[in-house]
């Protein structure tokens, strides 16, 4: 999250002159606006403080009850935390200008698209955009993780199918039903899971990377079918750099 709420944070006109107050209504803002949860805690709000280098309130529980206690409530209690009433969550929006923090992230993707040389990753990245643009962004984040799962093909490919088949050759799960990779296609025979977990025993991906990766599976997964799961813009630039970055540049074929 600290890279998200930074983003958030730098958007912000005159963000140093806010007031404690003001920020705790801004993170709670983002957390349920900009990331789509149904709640903010209060520990969400004071980590927010503390991923953007400022000085955490140490009563953020207390300024968010006595916001919905307030003449003029400010917060509403949803599903064990708190969230902006309508009144304030349209004025904050007003505020912060929704279309203009959408051009700027928007640039922030286009200018991955400048990093990929020419050819169907870029082209594909590119239609990924566009649909993030269009605030289709559940359809940007499928595009883009087949993307990265399709570039570590590639990768794996041309460079390390060796090393993979030798850790496919001693694998026990009878759910992977095929024991040697020889084409593209091959790979689609296991689960994206599996499929993740040979590359980091082979050693053609590092920890840090099956991390981002497992996450980013997860969020695909939640995006690729009917779900009550809201899926804001900050959450999808997130998703793109980190695996823009992290695998496709990362892994050059």
């Given amino acids: 999250m600290t890279t998200a709420v930074n983003r958030f944070?730098?958007?912000i006109e005159d963000a140093?002159?806010?007031?404690q107050s003001a920020l705790v209504e801004l993170f709670v803002y983002f957390l349920t606006v900009e990331l789509g949860q149904d709640a903010a805690a209060a520990k969400q709000v004071a980590d927010s403080f503390a991923a953007c280098d400022l000085v955490v309130p140490g009563n953020v529980?207390?300024?968010l009850s006595e916001g919905v206690k307030a003449k003029s409530p400010k917060y509403i209690r949803a599903n064990g935390?708190?969230?902006?009433?309508r009144h304030m969550r349209e004025a904050l929006s007003r505020k912060l200008g929704a279309e203009k923090v959408m051009a700027q992230t928007s640039a922030t993707l286009?200018?991955?698209e400048h990093k990929l040389p020419e050819g169907a990753d870029k082209d594909f990245l590119k239609e990924a955009v566009d649909?993030?643009?269009?605030r289709a962004n559940r359809a940007a984040?499928?595009?883009v993780w087949i993307l990265a799962i399709d570039h570590l093909f590639s990768y794996i490919l041309a460079h390390k199918?060796?090393?993979?088949?030798a850790v496919l050759a001693q694998n026990k799960d009878k759910s992977v039903k095929v024991r040697v990779i020889m084409q593209r296609d091959d790979f689609t025979e296991m689960k994206e899971s599996k499929f993740i977990e040979f590359c980091r025993t082979a050693k053609i991906i590092n920890n840090d990377v099956r991390k981002i990766l497992n996450q980013k599976l997860e969020t695909r997964n939640s995006c690729a079918h009917p779900s009550g799961v809201t899926i804001g813009k900050t959450k999808v630039v997130e998703f793109v750099e980190d695996l823009v970055d992290n695998v496709v540049l990362k892994y050059a074929v």
Avoid: D, H, W
């Fill in 9 to 11: 944070y730098n958007s």
């Fill in 110 to 112: 286009r200018g991955l």
């Fill in 141 to 143: 984040i499928v595009m």
């Fill in 16 to 19: 140093e002159s806010q007031s």
């Fill in 61 to 63: 529980g207390a300024r």
């Fill in 131 to 134: 649909c993030f643009e269009a």
């Fill in 81 to 85: 935390g708190y969230k902006l009433q």
């Fill in 161 to 165: 199918l060796a090393e993979f088949n």
